[in-house]
């Protein structure tokens, strides 16, 4: 993750952002429990649910060995398992996410968030001629802008 503080960028190295993920994952299995035994009998079929479709949809994209990540071991609390995949998941997406935070007389006065994504280099196609299609540029087809910013959504 980047940083721009009053004008200076910084880089948070990988280990603070994973001790930070670790803060923020610890803060929510402390909430967690600490709610009622039935709300958290509640909450595991939910997770289950969720991480079934995810499983079922990495199955059909990269296969059965790769899908099974998404398996919690038998007898394993279902939204810890979750929530593990979550973090793992914030934190490679750390990676594309820029913070800008500007001052006026030592008070925050504006603050941006930037998620942009790589590009893999990729453009337009030639196929029969002149007509194109576009391979991997997802933006172009959905309007998806992959530079959104906070205030542009």
């Not at 709300?39 to 595991?44: E, G, H, I, V, W």
């Not at 649910?49 to 394993?76: M, S, T, Y």
Request: net charge negative; glycine share 8%.
């Amino acid at each position: 993750m980047k940083i721009s503080f009053a004008g200076e960028e910084y880089i948070v190295p990988a280990e603070e952002e994973i001790l930070l993920l670790q803060q923020i994952q610890g803060i929510m299995l402390q909430e967690y429990g600490k709610l009622d035994a039935n709300m958290r009998f509640l909450a595991k079929p939910v997770a289950r649910g969720f991480l079934q479709k995810l499983e079922n949809e990495a199955r059909v994209k990269h296969g059965k060995e790769q899908a099974l990540i998404f398996r919690p071991d038998k007898k394993q609390d279902a939204v810890i398992h979750l929530s593990n995949i979550m973090i793992g998941i914030l934190r490679e997406a750390l990676q594309h996410v820029a913070l800008e935070i500007g001052t006026v007389n030592h008070s925050i006065a504006s603050l941006k968030v930037t998620v942009s994504r790589e590009s893999s280099g990729r453009g337009q196609v030639a196929v029969n001629g002149d007509i194109g299609e576009w391979e991997n540029n997802r933006s172009q087809i959905s309007g998806r802008n992959d530079n959104a910013t906070v205030s542009d959504c």
